[in-house]
């Protein structure tokens, strides 16, 4: 089992920034991990992942070149950068963890946290 508690969520003005963490606990060793979110009336999306290693990671279209994840195993977290926010980035965000499935597919994770609120603002 992994347990899993997002931090950092609020609100922000378009163009302005947010960092998300994402501490894990449990089974956590070997691990990917990714953020996700999930709009009103829409299905949850994967946004970013990273591999344990970190030497690889993912990010969808929609956030490349404006939202970096990266971990850090020794304090078992992982961090969203977010820059450039738009109002389209307004969503519930979800930290994901997974082992033996597929690190850039939702159905890969298994274990989820509760969310956290981002509100972008025009």
């Known amino acids: 089992q992994v347990q899993l508690v997002e931090s950092g969520g609020g609100s922000v003005q378009a163009g302005g920034s947010l960092r998300l963490s994402c501490h894990s606990s449990?089974?956590?060793?070997?691990?990917?991990m990714g953020w996700f979110r999930q709009a009103p009336g829409k299905e949850r999306e994967l946004i970013s992942a990273i591999t344990w290693s970190g030497r690889s990671t993912y990010d969808a279209l929609s956030v490349k070149g404006r939202f970096t994840i990266s971990r850090d195993n020794a304090k078992n977290t992982i961090n969203l950068q977010m820059n450039s926010l738009k109002p389209e980035d307004t969503a519930v965000y979800y930290c994901?963890?997974?082992?033996?499935?597929?690190?850039?597919?939702?159905?890969?994770?298994?274990?989820w946290g509760q969310g956290t609120q981002v509100t972008v603002s025009s």
């Open positions: 994901g963890a997974g082992y033996g499935g597929i690190y850039v597919t939702t159905s890969g994770y298994k274990y």
């Open positions: 449990g089974r956590t060793f070997n691990t990917y």
